[in-house]
T-cell receptor, first 113, second 115 residues
Framework: NAGVTQTPKFQVLKTGQSMTLQCAQD?????MYWYRQDPGMGLRLIYY???????DKGEVPNGYNVSRLNKREFSLRLESAAPSQTSVYFC????????????FGEGSWLTVV | QKEVEQDPGPLSVPEGAIVSLNCTYS??????FMWYRQYSRKGPELLMY????GNKEDGRFTAQVDKSSKYISLFIRDSQPSDSATYLC???????????????FGQGTILTVHP
């Protein structure tokens, strides 16, 4: 049972390049999330998907897009990467949209130069 | 002012000490309170989850919520070197609809327990 799996774990991008972070969960959870973590800022919600077929903006959605591909998978896309998007990205899931017990992946370290 | 404030530390204690980690918050709508532990280069893992005011105990860990003071705490008894990690508090409202699942996190407290 892998839980929440993210790829890639590390990535270096040049400003203006695009990339997609992939996330899959094997817990049959309905809700999935993307957070970013920056020093001194804690974890901030980028986008979430309460259930398959729905997505909504979180606290810091600008510069990102998401796709809930199916119940298992939720991807995060950076269309034109900026240095301000250098961060650690965490995918997470929860059984229901109540979301009070959220399980996180291992993280993806992204550097934009 | 941030909705959730947490002393970033770092906090360094000897093995066996009692550790107190704290968060304050400003949003009185928060009803669900969580503590996560995050080891270096890893994702956060859920430690404790409480609803509304009161105490909850799990082994060496006790979570305490005081809604009247908008203050939550995590106590770790008989701390061990393996407890060395960053501890994050998180909160959620019970507003229903799209507010569910949108946790608000503290900045995290870095704890080191030395032998």
């Amino acid at each position: 049972n892998a839980g929440v799996t993210q790829t890639p774990k590390f990535q270096v991008l040049k400003t203006g390049q695009s990339m997609t972070l992939q996330c899959a969960q094997d817990m049959n959870h309905n809700s999935m999330y993307w957070y970013r973590q920056d020093p001194g800022m804690g974890l901030r919600l980028i986008y979430y998907s309460a259930s398959e077929g729905t997505t909504d903006k979180g606290e810091v959605p600008n510069g990102y897009n998401v796709s809930r591909l199916n119940k298992r998978e939720f991807s995060l896309r950076l269309e034109s990467a900026a240095p301000s998007q250098t961060s650690v990205y965490f995918c997470a899931s929860s059984e229901t949209a109540a979301g009070n017990t959220i399980y996180f992946g291992e993280g993806s370290w992204l550097t934009v130069v | 002012q941030k909705e959730v404030e947490q002393d970033p530390g770092p906090l360094s204690v000897p093995e066996g000490a009692i550790v107190s980690l704290n968060c304050t918050y400003s949003n009185s709508a928060f009803q669900y309170f969580m503590w996560y532990r995050q080891y270096s280069r890893k994702g956060p893992e859920l430690l404790m989850y409480t609803y509304s005011s009161g105490n909850k105990e799990d082994g060496r860990f006790t979570a305490q919520v005081d809604k009247s003071s908008k203050y939550i705490s995590l106590f770790i008894r008989d701390s061990q070197p393996s407890d060395s990690a960053t501890y994050l508090c998180a909160m959620n409202t019970n507003a229903g609809g799209t507010s569910y699942g949108k946790l608000t996190f503290g900045q995290g407290t870095i704890l080191t327990v030395h032998p």
